[in-house]
């Protein structure tokens, strides 16, 4: 067999361009195709099932003051349309292929200058859409939370970069429109500019930071004013305040490192992924945590120091680091991690690996076939993973029987598995859950309330 560059796939590459968004979009939909069955679960029932403000656009107009109003709007015209599950769960499969194309759109003009651009870019993006991880935020409906944020935060990049590519001044207004909107959706939205600089820097025109300064200053202008009126919204307020009461901020940085080593970990090898993932508080550092934090730390540094020389390299891991700040640093939170926290990190990640891929590739010839199989089973372990994982998501007590078979140190998951059984009318399997939760936590409330209540 003639052993070949990856070069060499230039006249395959020429024809990514017509097949890649119908590859990407069927992968996305025969991959989550079981996920259309799924049933509501945990916060779904609070957040959309029994919240009145989200039942109708009168009802969400008279909640406008609140928090997260786009969000809202999409639950309420999902609710409009069919208060059933399968409506929700299709409208999450739309957004996440929508971030799909977006991905791939964006991806391959970091890379124009290269031949193999759009081959690189349809690769990480098939990672980034059929990662396991990422089913808590589409399969798992209010995961829309993340995934609609991500679909205008990466649709503003992508307005932004053809702003530039064009010279107009229109796209660039688009591309803060798109940034106020991912905004209205979740405030994690608010690290775009930072964002921006990366992909300035990625741009093959980088003329340096004054240059992109200058270039983003609307979206900086509009981060500006969206921290005012946060800082003054006195439900956003009320927010924080109660986050600062959960710990102290050094302890919640110290748990944060075996937060991010979870989610680090967890991408990495993503064999036992859990609705409810059960990191135990830590009162101090210990010796394992500092070596998770200066492997952290290593890798922040790779990411720093490979801008210049490596850009791709220093884009893939400071865009991870990047999206991971307003979830997963400074600000407390009741759930340490969720796997959903990985959505858009991901995007990072998988672009990095796939350009390493890349570089061995051209440093040691291989052979079409081998490069060929090699991402086939790639993209294969992740489709047959992602598709066993819907599964969990079918009922709820499938979805909390997982969380316990990961984590049955965990008694928030034996409770909730609990009242999943109580909610099918299995009151035995639902007092051995309850039970099993009190002898892990005998300070349980929950728990406690819940085993009363099948003595009455």
Request: hydrophobic content about 50%; glycine content about 6%.
């Amino acid at each position: 067999m003639k052993p070949i560059s990856f070069q060499s796939f230039h006249s395959m590459e020429k024809n990514t361009r017509f097949i890649a968004p119908a590859l990407i979009v069927g992968a996305i939909f025969l991959v989550y195709l079981n996920a259309l069955s799924g049933a509501f679960q945990y916060d779904d029932f609070n957040v959309i099932v029994d919240n009145g403000r989200v039942h109708g656009l009168a009802a969400w107009m008279g909640d406008l003051g609140g928090i997260r109003p786009l969000l809202k709007l999409s639950y309420a015209l999902n609710w409009m349309a069919g208060p059933g599950p399968w409506g929700f769960h299709l409208v999450n499969l739309a957004i996440h292929g929508a971030n799909g194309l977006l991905t791939f759109t964006l991806l391959k003009r970091f890379e124009a200058h290269n031949e193999d651009a759009e081959l690189v870019a349809l690769a990480a993006t098939l990672i980034f859409v059929l990662h396991p991880a990422q089913t808590e935020a589409v399969t798992y409906i209010c995961g829309r939370s993340t995934s609609l944020m991500a679909m205008f935060y990466l649709a503003s990049l992508v307005a932004y970069l053809r702003g530039r590519e064009l010279g107009l001044r229109t796209w660039n207004l688009v591309s803060v429109l798109f940034f106020l909107l991912a905004c209205l959706t979740k405030e994690t939205a608010l690290t775009l500019p930072i964002a921006l600089l990366l992909v300035e820097r990625m741009w093959s025109s980088w003329s340096g930071m004054k240059v992109a300064l200058r270039a983003t200053s609307s979206h900086w202008l509009l981060l500006c004013l969206l921290c005012i009126g946060l800082a003054l919204h006195p439900f956003q307020r009320a927010l924080l305040a109660t986050s600062f009461a959960t710990r102290s901020v050094p302890i919640n940085l110290i748990n944060q490192i075996q937060a991010q080593g979870y989610l680090v970990r967890t991408w990495c090898w993503p064999e036992h992924l859990n609705i409810d993932p059960f990191l135990p508080v830590a009162a101090h550092l210990t010796w394992p945590l500092a070596g998770t934090a200066v492997l952290l730390l290593g890798l922040l540094g790779v990411g720093i120091f490979s801008l210049r020389a490596r850009p791709w390299l220093g884009f893939g891991v400071l865009w991870f680091f990047l999206h991971l700040i307003p979830t997963n640093s400074f600000i407390p939170r009741l759930d340490l991690v969720n796997e959903r926290q990985l959505y858009l990190p991901s995007l990072g990640l998988a672009f990095a690996l796939v350009c390493i891929i890349r570089m061995l590739i051209r440093k040691v010839d291989l052979n079409r076939k081998v490069v060929a199989a090699g991402f086939f089973l790639l993209f294969t372990t992740l489709s047959v993973q992602t598709m066993l994982r819907n599964r969990d998501y079918g009922s709820e007590i499938a979805l909390w029987r997982s969380s316990v078979d990961e984590a049955p140190q965990n008694p928030r998951a034996h409770n909730n598995l609990g009242y999943a059984y109580l909610l099918q009318g299995d009151k035995e399997q639902a007092r051995k859950a309850f039970e099993t939760a009190l002898a892990l936590d005998p300070g349980y409330a929950k728990a406690r309330v819940n085993l009363a209540s099948l003595r009455q």
